[in-house]
Nanobody
Framework: QVQLVESGGGLVQAGGSLALSCAASGSIFGINAMGWYRQAPGKQREWVATITSGGSTNYGDSVQGRFTISRDGAKNTVYLQMTSLKPEDTAVYYC???WGRGIRYDNWGQGTQVTVSS
């Protein structure tokens, strides 16, 4: 069984910063990529950023230049440093891990609330 435990959400004023972390544990091997998604009330889940096992990163257009994704491979942990936060960044942020060889699996965290006040 694979578990993802997220932490670091909270309330911040516009222009501020927050950092999220997500640790994967359990029967997991061969992590291919870890990433972050978010879902605002009444909206579909939106991809935020991804980092591959090789360290390549990609970002959604709305967060490019403001958010930074990183990872600690030894700890199976992914981080999201968020700066210059805007009210429209308010959402529940979910961690995702894609893992496995041959057959690949996806697991999700429970979500952490990020609220940016104007």
């Amino acid at each position: 069984q694979v578990q993802l435990v997220e932490s670091g959400g909270g309330l911040v004023q516009a222009g501020g910063s927050l950092a999220l972390s997500c640790a994967a544990s359990g029967s997991i091997f061969g992590i291919n990529a870890m990433g972050w998604y978010r879902q605002a009330p009444g909206k579909q889940r939106e991809w935020v950023a991804t980092i591959t096992s090789g360290g390549s990163t990609n970002y959604g257009d709305s967060v490019q230049g403001r958010f930074t994704i990183s990872r600690d491979g030894a700890k199976n942990t992914v981080y999201l440093q968020m700066t210059s936060l805007k009210p429209e960044d308010t959402a529940v942020y979910y961690c995702n891990v894609n893992w496995g060889r041959g057959i690949r699996y996806d697991n999700w965290g429970q979500g952490t609330q990020v609220t940016v006040s104007s």
